[in-house]
């Protein structure tokens, strides 16, 4: 098997549109489609343009031993925010009866 040249690949185009049929990274791979409708169709030789690659080092996990919270001042006001949140639930009244109290001896 060949090693494929990262540098250069080859593009199968129509002639007439100039539509992209296939991009093969091997000129023989490129001549055999070329080869299925030869009048009709060009092979270009692209290059391969490199952008610079910068590496980028991670720390392997995040330093969770230097965590503080303050919950002070959530325990300050927790009584507080307790009373809004249960005057805020809607109020159900129960139905006024007509009946005497119920009383068990034991």
């Known amino acids: 098997m060949n090693k494929y040249n990262t540098e250069d690949y080859f593009s199968v185009r129509e002639r007439r549109t100039g539509r992209k049929i296939c991009d093969c990274g ?3 791979d490129a001549r055999m489609m070329m080869n ?4 009709n169709r ?3 030789k692209n290059k391969t343009l490199m952008s ?3 590496d980028v080092e991670m720390p392997k996990a995040l330093p969770t031993n230097e965590i503080a919270i303050n919950t002070k001042p959530y325990q300050e006001h927790q009584d507080e925010w307790m009373v809004e949140k249960i005057n805020q ?3 159900i009244k129960l139905p006024d009866r007509q009946q005497e109290p119920f009383h068990v001896r034991v």
Not at 36 to 39: I, Q, S, W
Request: hydrophobic share 45%; proline share 19%; aromatic share 6%.
């Open 26 to 28: 091997d000129f023989e």
């Open 36 to 39: 299925l409708d030869t009048p």
């Open 42 to 44: 060009e092979i270009v």
């Open 52 to 54: 610079p690659v910068i």
């Open 89 to 91: 639930l809607p109020q």
